[in-house]
């Protein structure tokens, strides 16, 4: 049932094949008579369903890839993917329903700092951080980007909330300092076939979920019902996430 999932997992699948489009460079290490291609640099910022599907993508084409997440617990899903797991010295914190929470300015001040160097030794940087509810954290500023080399791309997968960087803009693909920033705002309809046929599935069980044997039965002891309902009996139930 869950569409978020399905339709981020086909985004983050997406990312790493525009931005090895848009590289100037092959992904993977080739040794040819012409001397020895290494391979690029992928660095994955946040590794939720969308970051972990680019990791596995990224790794498929051959990359070297390390990811950074505030949620300490998804070390080990990084590291089974293949990708090294940035730890940072910064407290980590995690949000409900697994999420990252918001941070305050000064901690994503401190962040910014600790991710720069790998920002700008990576050829391909991907963001998928987001936030339930509210604007996506900036991790990359102008500065971070501007230390790229030229030829580099990042893929802002955050573009819909107002992006991770600073450069960012919603659904357009700009060019500043040499690096290419990519914020297309609905990867998922570029594979329209899948993320049609995995929505069309997630709608699928959730109505299954609510009517049975022909009619409707909402039982609101289930925490999907309950937690999907707005409002009953005049009564508003549903409350944004913390």
């Known amino acids: 049932m869950d569409a978020l999932s399905s339709q981020a997992s086909l985004a983050g699948y997406k990312a790493v094949l525009l931005g090895a489009d848009r590289l100037s460079r092959i992904m993977a290490m080739q040794m040819t008579a012409a001397g020895t291609l290494v391979p690029a640099k992928v660095f994955v910022l946040g590794a939720g369903v969308a970051g972990l599907q680019a990791i596995a993508t990224a790794r498929r084409l051959g ?13 080990e899903e990084v590291e089974s993917l293949g990708a090294k797991f940035v730890q940072l010295p910064i407290e980590t914190s995690e949000g409900e329903g697994g999420y990252a929470k918001a941070q305050s300015e000064d901690y994503l001040r401190r962040q910014r700092e600790l991710l720069a160097e790998r920002v700008a030794a990576s050829d391909l940087v991907v963001t998928t951080a987001s936030i339930p509810m509210g604007r996506a954290p900036i991790l ?48 998922a309809a570029m594979v329209s076939t899948h993320a049609s046929q995995t929505y069309a599935r997630n709608l699928y069980n959730l109505v299954a979920l609510l009517v049975k044997d022909g009619a409707l039965n909402l039982d609101f002891g289930d925490e999907i019902v309950s937690a999907a309902c707005v409002c009953r009996d005049g009564e508003v139930l549903w409350r944004p996430r913390s």
Do not use: C, W, Y
């Not at 500065?143 to 030829?151: D, L, N, V």
């Open 63 to 75: 990359a070297v890839v390390e990811a950074f997440d505030v949620r300490a617990a998804v070390r």
């Open 140 to 187: 990359l500023s102008a500065e971070m980007i501007e230390s790229m080399r030229p030829g580099s791309v990042v893929v802002d997968l955050a573009a819909e909330t107002g992006g991770n960087t600073e450069l960012t803009q919603p659904g357009v693909e700009i060019e500043h300092n040499g690096v290419k920033i990519l914020g297309f705002t609905n990867l």
